[in-house]
Structures are given as C-alpha cells and as structure tokens.
C-alpha cells in the first residue's frame, strides 16, 4: 500500500512554470507505475502523464506534449510534474496517483493524493 501527498500548486500567469511533487509513503513505491491525472470544473478526470517504475514515459496528452514533464526519484519516494508554458485551459486540480501497469484508466490506480490546485491567469 502506498500513501500519496501532492504539492507545489498555486496561481500562475499564462506562460508561466510551476512544479508539482508527490510524496509518497511506503517501502513499495519504487514498484508501481504513476501517473498524473488533472479534473477541471464541471469536467471528468482525465490522464495527463505516467511513468513506468524505471522512470520511462509511457504516454503524454496530446494537449499538454512538449511543455509538461514527468519524473520520479525512486530513492526519495517522490513524483514530479515540471509545468512549463501553461496556459488558462491547464486550470485544474492535479492529482497523482499509483497502479500496478501502466494505464491512461483512472480505473487501473488504486492509490491517489488528495489533488493540489492549479489555477492559470490570462
């Protein structure tokens, strides 16, 4: 089982860069795939990234390719979403999450963080 805490959220102007952590409790963390979800007002849940346990990407939406980025730090038991470009429509709260294969499925993680917001202004 595995524990998950997001950060690193806040107001941003359009453009602008932040980066989102996720600290993770558990001895296993370094087995699981993760992933990085976001949920705007009024919208589904959707896929953003994920990243399999030997660090390699497995898939980026189209909407946010070449301007966010997906890491983890197995020995530190923390995810990383770098932020760069972003734009009003990235208005969402970010949630990450850990499964057992690699998915764009909210379905397939079993384990989630409460969500950090992250608001972008014109």
């Known amino acids: 089982q595995v524990q998950l805490v997001e950060s690193g959220g806040g107001l941003v102007q359009a453009g602008g860069s932040l980066r989102l952590s996720c600290a993770a409790s558990g001895r296993t963390f370094s087995s699981y795939v993760l992933g990085w979800f976001r949920q705007a007002p009024g919208k589904e849940r959707e896929f953003v990234t994920a990243?399999?346990?030997?660090?390699?990407?497995?898939d980026v939406t189209d909407s946010v390719k070449g301007r966010f980025t997906i890491s983890r730090d197995n020995a530190k038991s923390a995810l990383y979403l770098q932020m760069n470009s972003l734009k009003p429509e990235d208005t969402a709260v970010y949630y990450c999450?850990?499964?057992?294969?690699?998915?764009?499925?909210?379905?397939?993680?079993?384990?989630w963080g409460q969500g950090t917001q992250v608001t972008v202004s014109s």
């Open positions: 990243i399999t346990r030997y660090g390699d990407i497995i």
């Open positions: 999450a850990a499964g057992q294969r690699w998915s764009k499925s909210i379905d397939d993680y079993a384990y």
